[in-house]
């Protein structure tokens, strides 16, 4: 289900429209989504070698 509901987040639909096709609570699905995305933007950094806790004390 998880994975369902990012693949079709990446297709620009919402965490409201994700619930409803899958038959989900709201609150669920946006916090798979918001997780997820926290996780990304770190692994974003950390390839491209800037370690996630240098952004989290900058200003």
Do not use: K, Q
């Not at 669920?28 to 974003?44: K, M, P």
């Amino acid at each position: 289900m998880i994975g369902a509901g990012l693949e079709i987040a990446a297709l620009g639909m919402g965490h409201r429209r994700i619930a409803a096709m899958l038959g989900l609570a709201e609150s669920s699905v946006r916090g798979w989504l918001r997780a997820f995305t926290g996780r990304a933007e770190d692994e974003r950094r950390t390839s491209a070698g800037i370690s996630p806790s240098f952004w989290s004390h900058s200003p």
